[in-house]
C-alpha cells in the first residue's frame, strides 16, 4: 500500500496530541508536529525521497528519531512508538482533540480528573454540569463544548483544501492513465477553490466510460464503491474523502464542467435566466427546443444564455451574475501579480529556518521583497523576540540588505494585541521597523464589544500596519473569535492600515466575503503566507485562491506593489 506525506504527518500528530493528553515532554511533542507540518508541505512524496537513497534529515524538522520513524512508517506500514501509546491510553480518546475548543492539556484535564474519553460521556457530563468546575474551564467553556458536539453531528467531515487537493492530485494523474482519457478535470467545490471541501466531483472525458470506471475504482486507495455504472462511479478513499467520477463526451464536456463546478445556488440562478429566454441547462448542454445550441466548452454555456465566462472562483452568487451581466466583473488577482510577502518568521522565534535561507526561498518564488516578522515577547510558547534579540535581528537584516541577494528584506514584527489594545513591544523599538503586524493571540473569549474595542485601538498606534489573521479561526479546529468585522474593516480604512489575507492552508483568514467588503471599502489586503520553513511560499496559491472568492483585484492586494511604491503606502500609515 502507497503511503502518503499526510498518512504520515497523521502519525506524527496523533503521536504528538497522544504525548500532550500524557503530559509528556513539550519539546518532544513539538518536534512531532514540526515533523508533521514539514512532510504535508514537502512539494513531493517523502517516500520517493527514500527511494532514492536520499538524506531526509536534511529537511528541517526532521532529524535522526524521525527520520527512523519515516523508514519505519514506509517499510511497515505501523509506527510501534504510537502502538504503543494508543495502547497505553483510551481509543477514542484522541477524537475529543477533533472538537473546536478542546486541546490536549483540556482533553488531558477531562481524561484525569473525570475519566471521560468519547463524545457520550463528554456530553453526559457538560449536561450534568461537572465540566465547569474543572481548572480552566467555566460554565462558557462547557455550553460551547455542548455546542460543538451538537455541531459535530451536524455536519459530516469536510477536507481542507490544501488536503483535498494532495489527494486530488495523484488520482487525476492515475485516472489520466486509463484507456482512451483525454481529458480529466476537478469540478465542485474544489475548483471554486472553497477553503474546505465535501467531496471530490471529477469529471473525465472519454470514448468508452465503462473502462475509466473500471479503472477508477481500481485505484489502489479506494476502500469502498458505493455506487460504479458505465458513466459514473462513487468512492471513498481510506482517507474517507469521497469521489464522484462521472465520463462524460467532448460535445458535453463544457456544460458538465459548468453544472458540476456549481455552486448549487449560482447554477440555479443562471438555469432561472436561461428559462426566461426560452432555453434549457443541464449537464448536458443548453437546449432550445430538443436542440443542443452549446456544451462543448463552458464559454459556449455562458455565451448561449447571454454572459461573459465567469471565474469558478465568483459562483457562489453573490452577485457575480449582475456583475457579468452589466460588464462589471472583476479582473481577479493571480499568483503571478505579487511582489512580495509581508509576513514570516525565522528560528529566531517559532520559524525553521534562518533569515539568509527564508529570503533565498522568497526570492526563488520570484518575490522581490520579504518582511521578516517574528513574535513578540509575549508569545513565550514561539519563543518571542523582546526588544534587545529583536534589535539584534534588525542589524542582521541590515547586514543581509548591504549585500546583494536579489530580494530586499523589510524588518518588522508581529507583535501581540494585549488583552487591552496595547502593543507588546516598546514604542522606540516600534518606531524602527518598517511593518508592524498587529494579532491576537489570546483571550479569543473576549466579548463582541471588548474584542472589537481592543482590536480597534491596537489599530490606533501610529506605528500599526497590518492585522494578522483578523478573524483568528484555524478551520476545523478553532473558530473565529466574535468581533465586528465590518467595524475593523471600516476603521482600517479610516485609520490608512491594512488587513492581511493569511494564505496558511489552517487558517484562510480574512473570509472571502470579508475581502469583498474590504475591495468595496477600499481598504488594500495583504496577501501572506505566515510562512515558518521556507516551503511554505508555495502556500500563497491558497491566499490567492481565497482572495479571488473575495473578488479582489490586482489593485486592491498591497503587496501586488513593487518595492518603492509600498515603502510609499507604509509610510503614508504612519
Ligand atoms: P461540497 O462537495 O459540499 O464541498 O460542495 P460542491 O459544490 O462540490 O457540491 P456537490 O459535490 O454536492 O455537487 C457538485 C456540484 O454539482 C454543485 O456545486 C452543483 C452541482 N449540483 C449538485 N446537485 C445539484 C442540484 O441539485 N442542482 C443544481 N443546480 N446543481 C447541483
Ligand atoms: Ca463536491
Ligand atoms: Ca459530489
Redesign the pocket.
Known sequence: MPVHNEDIAAVFDEIADLLEIEGDNPFRIRAYRNGARTLRELGQDVRTLVERGEDITRLAGIGKNLAAKIHEILATGHCRTLDKLRRRLPADLAELLKLPGLGPKRVHALFHELDIHNHEQLERAARDGLIQHLPGFGAKTEARILAALQAHADTGR?FKLAVAGRYAEPLVAYLKTAPGVRKVEV????R?C?E??????ILVIARHGRRVIEHFVAYDEVESVLSSGTTRATVVLRSGLQV?VRVVAAVSYGAALY??????S???AV?SIARRQGLKINEYGVFRENQRIAGRSEEEVFASVGLPWIPPELRENRGEIEAAHAGLLPTLVEAGDLRGDLHAHTNASDGHQSIQIMAAAARKHGLEYLAITDHSRRLTVAHGLDSRRLLAQMESIDAFNAGDHGITLLKGSEVDILEDGSLDLPDPVLQRLDIVIGAVHSRFDLTRAKQTRRILRAMDHPVFTLLAHPGGRLIGRREPYDVDMARIIHHARERGCFLELNAHPDRLDLLDTHCQLAREEGVLISINSDAHSSLDFDNLRFGIGQARRGWLEKQDVLNTRPLRELRQLLAATR
Request: glycine residues 12%; hydrophobic residues 25%.
Open positions: 469536510r469540478a465542485g467545490s474544489f471554486r472553497r474546505t471541501v465535501g467531496d471530490l466531483d464522484d453544472y458540476f463546478t456549481g455552486s448549487r449560482h447554477n440555479i438555469r
